[in-house]
């Protein structure tokens, strides 16, 4: 069942309400004394429309201009654009050693992919649109001969 928060708010609690917001009270100081939630008391602050007390007299409560929302997205974007550059550049690609993924226990046989037989090596050999394979006997259960098969395991693992 939906409690009703109407019947919370008689004229005597709304007259309560007012005076007590008008004195100066906070909303929680308010909402101790009549026995409400804090919430409770600034929904019907704000459905009264009552609020909109400065609680500073030195602070003001009005909206951010268009053009102090605009500075803030630039603002914004400017640090965004600034993150992203400083990334790039803590981004360092280690070199590769072409000389230590060669082989110079298999001689290649440089075989093409239509050649490629079921039990043969897939080591790729070239550098661009023309690919060649090493063509020779596969280890048991891998996609690479013996040789070429070590070339591919990372420190500490293996099989």
């Known amino acids: 069942m939906r409690n009703n928060v109407s019947s919370l ?18 909303a929680a100081e308010i909402a101790a004394s009549m026995g409400f939630t804090r919430n409770a008391v600034l929904g ?7 609020g ?4 500073d007299s030195n602070r003001s409560y009005s909206r951010r201009t268009p053009e102090q929302i605009e500075a803030t997205k630039r603002d914004k974007e400017e640090r965004r654009r600034e993150r ?3 990334h790039r550049l803590t981004i360092v690609k280690p070199a590769i050693n072409l000389e230590a993924l060669r082989c110079v226990e298999v001689e290649p046989l440089h075989k093409s992919l ?8 897939r080591y ?6 023309k690919y060649t ?7 048991e ?3 690479y001969c013996g040789p070429h098969f070590a070339l591919t395991l990372r420190r500490g693992w293996g099989s």
Do not use: E
């Not at 790729?124 to 649109?129: I, L, S």
């Open 84 to 86: 992203r550059r400083t």
């Open 52 to 55: 909109g007390r400065d609680c």
């Open 44 to 50: 019907k602050v704000h459905r009264l429309g009552i």
């Open 114 to 121: 239509a050649d490629l037989g079921r039990n043969d090596c």
């Open 9 to 26: 708010w008689d004229d005597h609690r709304t007259d309560t309400l007012k005076g007590l917001w008008s004195s100066g009270l906070s």
């Open 133 to 139: 394979f090493c063509g020779n006997p596969q280890r």
């Open 141 to 143: 259960g891998h996609s």
């Open 124 to 129: 790729p050999y070239g550098d661009g649109p």
